[in-house]
């Protein structure tokens, strides 16, 4: 089975409400927050895809420039041509390792899309929901390819240190509508787009956390919800100041109760441990067959 088909038939199986997807984080870069660049050779990130494909990754999501938000904070995005030296590498040796592994890119960058499509990714996950690059959504819908549009708010270079939002929800709603509007309108099919409330992209603590009781809500749109809440500093924050190494335990909360939620796909880091979360709050929600 292809890369693609095979997404395409877990998506169809998460639309329906049959499982939960997880997608596996695959961060080759040397200032992530979350692994402070573990995996940034070629040999230590493929070998990381192995594992996590062995876990129960349903789709690997690489990205190549940390989306942290210090980062952001210098306002000097990586150049796409550094970005590209990063990911294509590891793209093309999964293409042969793991034919059959959906491979998502994590890049709001149009060049560097259209480069990794034409390489078999099956998914682009645009934290700038297609805003950043005028040409990101021509390159999309050439490709026919699966789009994740998140929620942040302003762009990658300009994400505000002290957000305030009247209501939440209701604003991280309002402007997804309008991405996803505009998404159609460039001709990307409805049923691949896939929308994510961008926790942890220009919210406090307080307001994740309220994003994540009423994620209900966001299912009022129509489109398959992924949530990311993966070793986030809020986290760390509620329990006390924990480290990223040390939030398996309240992303385990955060996965399992977006999963009662009605999470189409979580995106994590820790994958066996949150195949294992997973697939115990679905039994929950949607039943066991034994």
Known sequence: MSARKRWADDMEAARR?????????????????????????????????VEMADAGAHILDIGGESTRP????????????????????????LRVRLPDMPLSVD??????????????????NDISALRADSQMASVV???????????MPGLPTALPSAPHYEDVVREVADHLRERVKSAEMAGIAPHKILIDPG???????????EILRRLPELHQL???LLVGTSRKSFIGKVLGGLPPEERLEGT??????????????VRVHDVRAMVRVVRMADAVVRGWSG
């Open 222 to 224: 129509g489109y398959p």
């Open 17 to 49: 409400g049959a499982r939960t997807l997880v997608m596996g984080v695959l961060n080759v870069t040397p200032d992530s927050f979350s692994d402070g660049g573990r995996y940034f050779t070629l040999e230590k990130a493929v070998a990381h895809a």
């Open 199 to 209: 926790i942890g992209f220009g919210k406090t603590p307080s307001q994740n956390l």
């Open 141 to 151: 819908q050439r490709f026919d390819a699966w789009v994740c549009l998140m929620h």
């Open 252 to 265: 385990a909360a955060t996965v399992a109760l977006a999963v009662a939620s009605g999470a189409h796909v």
């Open 107 to 124: 890049t709001y960058k149009a060049e560097v899309a259209q480069a990794v499509l034409e390489r078999g990714a099956v998914l682009i």
């Open 70 to 93: 210090a980062t952001f904070a210098s306002n000097r995005p990586l150049p796409a041509e550094e970005e590209l030296r990063r990911i294509l590498p590891v793209v093309e040796a």
